[in-house]
């Protein structure tokens, strides 16, 4: 079964780093999603991309962050200068064809910034 | 925005025994997916169910779209069961923005 992957699985940076984190979505899939999940708190939605634009964004998604799908298959969130609070595990998720469809979640990229 | 609770916060079982975890929302929906993180923190995909109802093995969901809620059934609870489940839905006025509950913590003993 095609599956979402998420490279690096763990990453180590320090406070005012830049980092980028990548998904390789699922072939085919049009619709592309980060979420964070703070340790021990529920999941938080971050961005939703399509069409090579973001169609949505919450307030934590603020100008730190950015989204892009470089080169047609992965699809990167960059945060420009990290900072404590933004340690967390961050998924990648696609959708296949309607936006209403199953949401797939990579095994997540966790995120600690010292 | 669109509202999530699940209920219990916490459940704890001995191995064998059923339980039922609900999830109510606030608003129409498009999506409602419930997941099970495992304790490597991944989130396993349990069901796509915006209405109606599914069976997989020894699980179950069920959604009443009009009146708000969704039901997990677990039978014959394994030690593998533990982890986190959390509900997750989408609002008729999203755009692929899924809203999570903030999960029950299920522990099953031997």
């Known amino acids: 079964e095609p599956e979402v992957t998420q490279t690096p699985s763990h990453q180590v940076t320090q406070m005012g780093q830049e980092v980028i984190l990548r998904c390789v979505p699922i072939?085919?899939?049009?619709?592309f999603y980060w979420y964070r999940q703070i340790l021990g708190q529920k999941v938080e939605f971050l961005v939703s991309?399509?069409?090579?634009?973001?169609?949505?964004k919450s307030e934590i998604f603020d100008d730190q962050f950015s989204v892009e799908r470089p080169d047609g298959s992965n699809f990167t969130l960059k945060i420009r200068s990290t900072k404590l609070e933004d340690s967390a595990m961050y998924f990648c998720?696609?959708?296949?064809?309607?936006?209403?469809?199953?949401?797939?979640f990579g095994p997540g990229t966790r995120l600690t910034v010292l | 925005g669109i509202q999530v609770e699940q209920s219990p916060p916490d459940l704890i079982l001995q191995e064998g025994a059923n339980s039922t975890l609900r999830c109510n929302f606030s608003?129409?929906?498009?999506?409602l997916q419930w997941f099970h993180q495992n304790p490597w923190g991944q989130l396993i995909n349990l069901f796509y169910i915006p209405s109606g109802t599914k069976q997989n093995g020894r699980l179950s969901a069920t959604t009443v779209a009009t009146e708000r809620y969704s039901l997990l059934y677990i039978s014959s609870s394994q030690t593998t069961d533990s982890g986190v489940y959390f509900c997750?839905?989408?609002?008729?006025?999203?755009?692929?923005?899924?809203?999570f509950g903030q999960g029950t913590i299920l522990t099953v003993h031997p």
């Open positions: 998720a696609t959708t296949g064809l309607a936006v209403g469809d199953t949401q797939y």
């Open positions: 072939s085919n899939h049009l619709y």
């Open positions: 991309f399509y069409n090579n634009e973001i169609s949505e």
């Open positions: 997750a839905v989408m609002g008729g006025t999203s755009y692929g923005k899924l809203t």
């Open positions: 608003d129409s929906v498009n999506n």
